[in-house]
């Protein structure tokens, strides 16, 4: 069972809006390890935190914490992948596999929706990741799974080819979805809610 | 060519954020028809406008505001639609075709995917949807396409199933992509582009 008890091995705080929520907020302020993509890392240093690296080229940083923090900045050079992924694989080469990103969305929405389809991908990498926005959690999953809930949970679902979708403990009944929207909206109705299928979704599961 | 030039028969205020770009809000401000969904109904009031229809149950009116518009909150009961689809319904029906709408993003992130995804069902009903966010403007589109744009300008294609997907004046080449993000952060070369495909996509056009 999937549930909220997750305790990522390092955080990646993206190029998006700074979180406010206490959620994300928690994870930033409590994680092990913190990759700032760095047009995110000014703010998290002017607010008293310093980062482990600081992924990107530095030009988003003011000139004094270029200088300052010069030592930790890492640039990868690749026009394939946006900065999240950056962050993502230079985590994945030091070891970590349980990830957890804040502030990757918020901004422009073609940024959201890049940021927040990447996670099939990460996934079929065998990296465990989930992205904890202001309003819920995304999380990438393949076939069936049992999700832990509360009654009334706002829970959407995003096929990426999933086949067999059938629910169990939802409002709404699921089908194999064609567009993004057939599956939002859903309603957890208990404690625990499980999605059957074969094949690659996202799952947002909304705080309330 | 689809240029910038859009003059709406009609605007959507949606639950989303409200907008504060100018474009959005002088689209919203020169509208001839506003349908305000009622989640949004009670900023677009206070802030002195009066919609031509508020589209929901009207429950998230304040009292005041209840009870001085009730003539003109319209109830659409069906509960496989969102209340951006209900208002796009609605406006359909008193034969508006061109429909520019705002407000449709911003907060929560599963309302933003179902929002823009939206808008390929929209064309398949044979309306001339667009919205526009805060950072530019999606919509939908059928087959080969040209653009007006700016060199430099922002561009991400999202696929829907297209084929064949090839770019002219755009810096990075397409293909027939299967993930979101792979047709993001795309970038205009000069005054317009064309998109050669068979089939359905979105496309953002950001303002920078």
Redesign the interface.
């Known amino acids: 069972m999937i549930n909220e008890d997750y305790t990522p091995e390092a955080v990646i705080l993206a190029n998006g809006e700074y979180p406010t929520h206490t959620l994300p907020l928690r994870i930033l302020e409590e994680a092990k390890f913190v990759a700032c993509c760095d047009g995110a890392a000014n703010e998290y240093i002017s607010r008293g935190h310093t980062p482990d690296v600081i992924i990107g080229d530095g030009d988003s940083l003011s000139p004094e914490y270029k200088e300052r923090f010069s030592s930790i900045v890492h640039q990868i050079a690749d026009?394939e992948t946006?900065d999240q992924t950056k962050a993502v694989l230079f985590l994945q080469e030091k070891g970590f596999r349980k990830i957890a990103i804040v502030g990757a969305?918020?901004?422009?929405?073609?940024?959201?929706?890049?940021?927040?389809?990447?996670l099939?991908?990460y996934m079929k990498e065998g990296m465990e990741i989930r992205t904890i926005?202001d309003?819920?959690v995304?999380m990438s999953v393949n076939g069936t799974q049992t999700f832990e809930s509360h009654p009334g949970q706002?829970i959407?679902i995003?096929n990426?080819g999933a086949k067999g979708l059938k629910e169990e403990g939802l409002v709404?009944p699921l089908s194999d979805f064609t567009?993004?929207?057939q599956g939002?909206?859903n309603e957890a109705i208990a404690d625990e809610f499980t999605i059957h299928c074969t094949g690659e979704y996202l799952i947002?599961l909304?705080f309330v």
Request: charged share 15%; no cysteine; aromatic share 20%.
């Open positions: 026009q946006n969305t918020g901004k422009r929405e073609d940024h959201t929706l890049g940021n927040i389809s990447l099939i991908d926005t309003y819920g995304f706002q959407s995003i990426f709404y567009n993004w929207w939002t909206l947002f909304a």
